[in-house]
T-cell receptor, first 112, second 112 residues
């Protein structure tokens, strides 16, 4: 029973265009969501997070949107750059738990 | 930004060997984690510590053990490595409250 789902294993986008990565969750107790970027054989790097009291958080080229009623969040990267090519993981956590639950990741390829 | 270190980065060993994967952080974080990740899969929590001398097993059953004698150090030990232990092992830490996880660079373990 996967509580955090990333249904698109891969995504290809042209350089300069928008990349949209999606994530769905099932546990209504989750109230904190994060996106990480990961290169092969390296540890994940934090990108951006959002609390459930917000529906949008922006940091430079990265924006995360949260739709609590749909239990859905998305990461927008604008404009996409070749260096953004990596695997992106979304993660979720809830109040009163130490656990961070991760999705299976989406491999983004930005084409020059 | 992330002051969390894992050694070795890569390890190739034979079946039956005892190994210890090292993880240290200099941020004074109480909470530390070990995750296991295979390509195309989510990160699975295998161990968690919320402070010195406190450890818990994670969601994914693991034959590894951990110790937390000092705040900054959270080593993982496999008493007898097997090919099924081949994976990437990721150490992480975080501060109090709703905070992001900081990850180390990971250890890529191959058991022959």
């Amino acid at each position: 029973d996967q509580q955090v789902k990333q249904n698109s294993p891969s995504l290809s986008v042209q350089e300069g265009r928008i990349s949209i990565l999606n994530c769905d969750y099932t546990n209504s107790m989750f109230d904190y969501f994060l996106w990480y970027k990961k290169y092969p054989a390296e540890g994940p790097t934090f990108l951006i997070s959002i609390s459930s009291i917000k529906d949008k958080n922006e940091d430079g080229r990265f924006t995360v949107f949260l739709n609590k009623s749909a239990k859905h969040l998305s990461l927008h990267i604008v404009p996409s750059q070749p260096g953004d090519s990596a695997v992106y993981f979304c993660a979720a956590s809830g109040t009163g738990t130490y656990k961070y639950i991760f999705g299976t990741g989406t491999r983004l390829k930005v084409l020059a | 930004e992330a002051d969390i270190y894992q050694t070795p980065r890569y390890l190739v060993i034979g079946t039956g060997k005892k190994i210890t994967l090292e993880c240290s952080q200099t941020m004074g974080h109480d909470k530390m984690y070990w995750y296991q990740q295979d390509p195309g899969m989510e990160l699975h929590l295998i161990h968690y510590s919320y402070g010195v001398n406190s450890t818990e097993k994670g969601d994914l059953s693991s034959e590894s053990t951990v110790s937390r004698i000092r705040t900054e150090h959270f080593p993982l030990t496999l008493e007898s490595a097997r090919p099924s232990h081949t994976s990437q092992y990721l150490c992480a830490s975080r501060g109090a409250g709703k905070e992001k996880l900081f990850f180390g660079s990971g250890t890529q373990l191959s058991v022959l």
